[in-house]
């Protein structure tokens, strides 16, 4: 196969550094860029630095991890993962509520890294009225083709910022007047003694570990779910699940 010839064999894929090379060139939404780890050469670099420009995560990997995603075979040290939808800003999740005359309901995933949970998550946003899901750049799942499937069509209405650093994220939003509501199984609040009719984002810690602390030490408030079985933890989408609906209930 000819190098221009590359084409997205496995599904949400561009290989090749032509094909690469034009979907940067045509502002193709792109999620991720993995180039291979010792190629140095004067076109990849182009290419990388081109994808940082346009704010893409760049992703030094070994060679095998390439060949493994590759469907052509013929990568040629680059390989891009398209994203499902083109990435949101803070602005416009906060327009979004403001057009619609309600005060913002925004969902921030931290460090969700299956891509099956934050399409379950945005799903739910999406079905319960929110106004946007914030993700961080790093360490996190992203609007990939398995992301966009799991949310059953949901990232075509429900806008996704991605932003470099959350904790940052998190203190400008609150300079807007939005609280901040971290799920936590240790948090002081319980879940329906939670004012959610104010404007506020809710924090849905990773599946492992919960909310990282600088995240954790940048909210408000830190609600727990009541857990009245043996089991003490809910599954992430399920969290943010609970916690909207209550956002929901509170403002009908």
Same mark, same amino acid.
């Given at each position: ?140 799942? *992203?609007?990939? +083709?398995?992301? $966009?499937?799991?949310?059953? =069509? #949901?990232?075509?209405?429900? /806008?996704? %910022?991605? !932003? ?17 509501? *971290?799920?936590? +199984?240790?948090? $002081?609040?319980?879940?329906? =003694? #939670?004012?959610?009719?104010? /404007?506020? %984002?809710? !924090? ?36 943010? %699940? ?11």
């Amino acid at each position: 196969m000819r190098e221009h010839d590359a084409r997205p064999a496995a599904e949400g894929l561009i290989e090749g550094r032509n094909a690469v090379t034009e979907a940067l060139r045509a502002g193709t939404a792109i999620d991720k860029l993995y180039i291979a780890k010792g190629e140095t050469d004067r076109t990849l670099a182009r290419i990388a630095a081109n994808a940082r420009e346009a704010g893409v995560v760049v992703v030094v990997a070994d060679r095998r991890k390439l060949d493994a995603m590759s469907g052509t075979h013929s990568h040629q040290g680059v390989i891009a993962v398209a994203a499902a939808a083109a990435y949101a800003t803070l602005e416009d999740l906060l327009d979004r509520a403001a057009g619609r005359g309600e005060p913002p309901l925004l969902v921030i995933c931290d460090e969700i890294s299956d891509p099956h949970n934050l399409g379950a998550i945005i799903r739910t946003a999406e079905c319960a009225g929110a106004h946007g899901v914030i993700i961080p750049k790093r360490r996190s799942a *992203g609007l990939t +083709a398995v992301t $966009a499937k799991t949310s059953a =069509g #949901a990232v075509s209405y429900l /806008p996704v %910022a991605r !932003v470099p650093n959350l904790p940052a994220a998190l203190k400008d939003l609150k300079k807007r007047g939005i609280w901040i509501f *971290g799920t936590a +199984a240790d948090g $002081a609040v319980p879940l329906y =003694g #939670a004012d959610l009719r104010s /404007p506020a %984002a809710i !924090v849905i810690g990773s599946e492992g570990d919960g909310m990282g602390r600088l995240v954790r030490e940048s909210c408000d408030f830190l609600v727990s779910i009541p857990m009245k079985g043996s089991i003490s933890s809910l599954n992430a989408s399920a969290a943010a %699940a609970i916690l909207l609906y209550e956002a929901v209930r509170q403002r009908s």
